[in-house]
């Protein structure tokens, strides 16, 4: 059984809005949350004071509690927290979408309208992502289509949009079924365990871990696109290899951005992610 870790950034002001999710095997739960208290707890002494949520967007600022951080400390601090997950092996998967776009096309659009918001966007793509990736292998003309239930997603509190989101995601349009080439026999979206989860982001550390990778990721795109500027020197350098050390552990590209040979449904997705996420030829998969 794997547990999926998904939060989300951009859903406010941002031009580029995207979502993460931290895939974690149940057995190796334990020693992952022990492992991330431990770390919250280095960085309370490097500090003084003592966290128990690192809130990135303010780290990164050097905000808040973290207005004494040197620059020095806060790089040494990112680089120790990315060396963390890739130590760990978890797996991710993402999207982003060009929010701008997105909207625009929102009321038009009849695909656009049946998910109904941007969070249930990205968030019914993570899904089918995950059902692509894991629904199993092929044996001869005829897939393995493993037992239901074998993935649980779990989301950092979304208001309004939790209960919305488990209705679509019991009961997805029969377009969506093209995304994972759903078999005949097979039921939707058989993967992913019926109801997804909703906790308080604080109490729950890779939850916090994917609002992390949520920030760098946003900023990496927004940065080559040129929608914001650098804020020292060498910064897209080094949030670039950040990022592409976290994107050796993502799932298959092409379950999430599929190059060519799209379906209906994953063209969608396709169409509204900034081109350098879905094109980026500096992410060896």
């Given at each position: 059984?794997?547990?999926?870790?998904?939060?989300?950034?951009?859903?406010g002001w941002e031009h580029i809005s995207v979502m993460v999710g931290i895939i974690a095997d149940a057995?190796?739960?334990?020693?992952?949350?022990?492992?991330?208290?431990?770390?919250?707890?280095?960085?309370?002494?490097?500090?003084?004071?003592?966290?128990?949520?690192?809130?990135?967007?303010?780290?990164?600022?050097?905000?808040?509690?973290?207005?004494k951080l040197e620059p020095k400390q806060k790089e040494d601090t990112i680089t120790t927290i990315f060396e963390w997950l890739n130590g760990r092996k978890h797996q991710i998967v993402?999207?982003?979408v060009v929010k701008d776009k997105f909207h625009k096309d929102l009321k038009n659009n009849e695909r656009l309208n049946e998910i109904g918001s941007l969070w249930r966007f990205m968030a019914l793509h993570i899904a089918l992502s995950l059902q692509k990736s894991y629904q199993g292998g092929k044996r001869g003309k005829?897939?393995?289509?493993?037992?239901?239930?074998?993935?649980?997603?779990?989301?950092?509190?979304?208001?309004?949009?939790?209960?919305?989101?488990?209705?679509?995601?019991?009961?997805?349009?029969?377009?969506?079924?093209?995304?994972?080439?759903?078999?005949?026999?097979?039921?939707?979206?058989?993967?992913?365990?019926?109801?997804?989860?909703?906790?308080?982001s604080h109490q729950v550390g890779l939850i916090q871990l994917a609002d992390f990778i949520c920030?760098?990721?946003?900023?990496?795109?927004?940065l080559k696109m040129g929608i914001t500027k650098p804020k020292y020197e060498d910064e897209l350098s080094k949030i670039q290899k950040w990022i592409e050390s976290i994107f050796k552990l993502a799932i298959p590209k092409n379950n999430i951005f599929?190059?060519?040979?799209?379906?209906?449904?994953?063209?969608?997705?396709?169409?509204?992610?900034?081109?350098?996420?879905?094109?980026?030829?500096?992410?060896?998969?």
């Open positions: 059984m794997k547990f999926v870790y998904l939060d989300e950034s951009g859903t057995y190796r739960m334990r020693q992952t949350k022990e492992d991330w208290e431990k770390l919250l707890q280095e960085l309370s002494k490097i500090i003084g004071k003592k966290i128990s949520e690192i809130h990135t967007n303010r780290f990164y600022s050097r905000n808040g509690i973290w207005n993402y999207t982003a005829s897939r393995i289509v493993q037992n239901k239930g074998s993935i649980l997603l779990i989301f950092d509190h979304a208001g309004k949009e939790e209960e919305q989101f488990t209705n679509l995601l019991l009961s997805p349009p029969n377009w969506t079924d093209t995304y994972y080439n759903k078999m005949p026999n097979q039921k939707k979206m058989n993967q992913i365990i019926d109801v997804p989860h909703f906790v308080n920030f760098f990721l946003r900023r990496y795109i927004e599929l190059s060519k040979g799209r379906c209906e449904c994953s063209n969608l997705f396709y169409e509204y992610a900034p081109d350098v996420i879905k094109e980026n030829t500096t992410i060896k998969q």
